[in-house]
């Protein structure tokens, strides 16, 4: 990696922007002449000095390698590469139509609504993130619609809606979108601290449009259900730590 | 006038029921499924505004001709029979057709598809039910 840890620190102590790789240390898609055979395309980074690196949607991986992607829909692939600190980049993969799935801060706060904040010890950033996309996906059976990098920072999950059990009211039918943010971690904290929303959405009987539900009485078990999976995701060997 | 050949009277009464009788109906269903909260306000709103609009015209001139032609003598001739029974025919299917475009609300359709088929269907045959009516009325006022 050519930006240096010390410039990089400086950075992040000064409270800018996080740090985004410069075109050169861009992740990109190997060329066909790379000898990398598959139907798909292929991302390929080459970060030695790091821990670990992050592709949204996909998962955790070494320091150095490539993983073959196939999306249907032009897709942006946020790449989180964790070091002594933590840098950030991206690679669009040209599917069929394009996708755009980000969202910003003021539709995450005005859509998304009450937020549970939690904490996870002893784990790396880029565990956690596979760890958040692997909860969301295996255990709560959600698919990603979305997965980005806000501005300042912070690390966004946004899954499709979902159809949840609508208790007693028979004649409505409930769904539900979590949006997971987790913040970059400041250099050296070994907390990482992690918010949960959730859009809830009812439609009656004999409606096709899906209206938004009310905060909050429906959403508090919601949110606290996968605050609770996310926490106990930790495996207690990392937990300890 | 042939014997068993309706009045002139009687088909005006037969027109108006039938006109009030699907009008009614098609707000029965609108109040029955919000009652039941299958749609809600906005919704029910929505679906009253789009009927009422459709059937004011018909419903209007209808009753209105009926109400305001009490002391019109019974029509003689076999024209103004046969006009009478063309207006029936066609206020029926075009009610037919308009209701069932509401009727699936009962069980499983959504009330923005209703909406959007009354909005479309109930105008696009209004050559159906418009000039039948007003060639009887005409016919019938002679």
Redesign the interface.
Known sequence: MKISLASASLLILAGLAPIRLSAQEQPRQCSPGDGVASAGSTICWNYPQARSVYISGIGVFPPVGAVNVNPATQTVYTVIVESQAIFSGTVVVHGGASRSGRIDLTTLESEYLSPLRGRARGTSYTTFLERVLTTLQSEMRASIDAEFELPRGTYVFVTHPRAIDSGEQR??SFRVSYAVLVDRPSAGSADIVFSVRARIEFR??????W?RASCCEIHHPIVDGLMRRLQNAVPPRERRN | MKSGTPTNRRVEGVLAAIWLIFFFAQLAIAFY?YL?????SE?FGELVKVINSTYVTYVGAVVCFYFGSRKRTASKTLRQASASMVALVCSVAWNVVLLAFTVP?LFS?????SIRDIGAIGPMLSWLVAPVIGVYFAKSTE
């Open positions: 004649n409505r009656r009987r004999s409606e096709e449009t209206y | 499924i039941r909260d299958w749609i809600g919704q609300l359709g959504t009330v923005e598809s």
